[in-house]
């Protein structure tokens, strides 16, 4: 009985769930640190024990979506990696500069959350991942932080202003409000002009968000006002979630096309 008490208690400290790696470091010589976004566990660190030196140990590369077994240490708050069975390997992803610019925007975005929407942001970053190209990146980034922004709760509808609600009209060039970090109307504007919305540009975003993601990525719009969306888009993202964004700094993107 005390035997399989034992066994009971050791199954307790194992679980397994989809999940996709977003982060990797190294941690001293031997070992790695993930970072795993999971529908199931939302955000969630994980020692890669001999990762790095043994040919044996469960390797769990960047961007690696699989059913991974963790082992959970209660006494240290911590879980390590037991096995994986991978769905998707994503191999191609870290090939292509643009791919990765892409991958690696979404993964410090999924970084950022705090965990009510694992499930939503799981599938849209796996499905964001698994459609990248070098073609259709920037309308993939487009839709990604459109519809995280939306997840997350900081989205704007782009059919009224959020600071005055009135209505935009069908002219309107829109302004940007730093205080509230959200596009808005001529009049709200705060930023003298700096960050703007034309007209066409906002007809895009709004429509986008009016219907499902699939159909969204088939509206065309040429690949020049796919890149003046995308440098919007990753512009608003400094004031909206007051941080700096590491590929964002790098400049990386100015030197894509
Ligand atoms: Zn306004």
């Known amino acids: ?15 397994s769930a989809p999940a996709i790696v ?11 640190q993930i970072t795993l976004l999971s529908p199931v566990w939302g955000l969630r660190r994980v020692t890669c024990y001999g990762a790095r030196k043994s040919q044996k140990a469960a390797k769990a590369s960047l961007y690696t979506e699989a059913t991974f077994n963790l082992y959970s240490n209660p006494e240290r708050h911590s879980y390590s990696l ?20 892409a991958a690696a925007l979404m993964s410090e975005l999924a970084m950022l959350e705090k965990g009510e929407e694992a499930e939503s942001l799981y599938s849209l970053f796996t499905i964001s991942l698994d459609e990248v190209d070098e073609e259709n990146w920037r309308r993939i980034l487009i839709q990604f932080i459109l ?5 997350v709760g900081l989205g704007t509808d782009y059919v ?9 009209a069908d002219g309107d060039i829109l302004g940007f ?12 504007d705060n930023m003298a002009g700096e960050l703007i919305l034309p007209p066409n540009a906002r007809a895009y975003l709004r ?5 499902e993601r699939e159909r969204a990525m088939q509206f065309r719009i ?8 995308l440098r919007y888009l990753t512009r608003t993202l400094t004031y909206i979630l007051s941080v700096d964004l590491k590929c964002l700094k790098s400049g990386l993107l100015n030197s894509l096309q």
């Open 22 to 32: 977003i982060s990797t470091d190294r941690r001293g010589d031997y070992d790695r």
């Open 147 to 151: 519809r995280y922004l939306d997840l």
């Open 177 to 188: 409000s730093s205080t509230l970090g959200v596009p808005c109307c001529p009049n709200c």
């Open 160 to 168: 009224s202003c959020p600071v005055c609600s009135k209505l935009y």
């Open 207 to 211: 429509d986008s968000l009016r219907t």
């Open 1 to 15: 009985m005390v035997e399989r008490a034992n066994i009971l208690k050791c199954m307790d400290r194992n679980e």
């Open 82 to 101: 037991v096995d994986l069975t991978v769905i998707s390997d994503h191999s191609s992803i870290l090939q292509s500069l643009e791919c990765a610019f």
């Open 222 to 229: 040429s690949g020049n006002m796919e890149m003046r969306l």
